[in-house]
């Protein structure tokens, strides 16, 4: 979802927040001490998203523009499972799935992506000011802005946490949302996976849409929930050729584009997004639509679990997407843009 004006404020109040770290927090006696790192992050361009042909660069509907191979040696970097931009395409916050912030800036070359500059961590804090992991609370996959609002959704635990940035930034202490009794009943590792908070002014304007992985209903389609806003209720995803939800993002135009992936020992890894159409979203709906982007591993793509948009001043819609390396050696930290075509 792109970020409006004063969440792209709030943006640089957050990253502003890390560097100020022990005047923001200071924890009481016995709580976690949080403690923000400021990190290099190393950046290698990715010169073509075909290996085989550089030239070319269109895929369904969207067109490659650049990417980059990140890496640090910052031990808690990697394991990025969501990704939101301001309204330039330049201040970042993402999430990793151990329960860490990550805020930066993008650096651009002209439209190509350069570099990360100004990175820093911190650990995400429960209401009583601890880690959330100190709780067993941790593959953090999910995120979603609402203004100056940050909601996280936790997997392995489906729950989701509302982080009030304009009290601390990152140091904010994360409130536990209530959420419907389908959500806790999702299955273990299979859970929330994907975040959009709706805008006012849009049809189900105050929604915060919550999509699972692959909590499957009776009828093998993907479960999702419309917490809070004019309808809420549950609804799901048709499911097809295995894919399952990794994030999600709101289009300016009020479409959502899902993220996917699927994974087979047949079949390998691919990776796939499709476009839905917002009004199509509402309590018990079984809703679909048509595959803009699909690749597979002869592609530069990795396990892709983030995914955000934001217009240049020229007027282009540009999709990017992080990876999740799962902190593994064989996988990679993947920052990867296009342009969405004829949007």
Known sequence: MTIDLSRRRFLQNAAAALSASSIAYRPERGFAQAAPASLEVNARQIESFDPRDPTHLRYGSLEFRSGLVLTSSFRGFGGLSGLRLDKKGEQFVAI???GNWFTGRIVYKGRRLAGLADVKSAPMLDSGGRK?????WFDSESLAFDGTTAYVGLERVNQILRFDFSKGGVFSRGQVVPVPPGIGDLPFNRGLEALVFVPKGQPLGGTLIALSEAGLDAAGNIQAFLIGGPSPGQFTVARTKKYDISDAVLLPSGDLLLL???FSLLEGVGIRIRRVPVKSVVPDAIVDGPAIFEADLGYEIDNMEGIDTHVT????????????DNFSMIQRTLLLQFTLVGD
């Open 132 to 136: 959330i992991t100190s709780r067993g």
């Open 96 to 98: 990793s799935d151990k």
């Open 260 to 262: 996917e992936r699927k």
């Open 313 to 324: 001043d020229g007027g282009e819609t540009v999709v990017t997407m992080v990876s999740d």
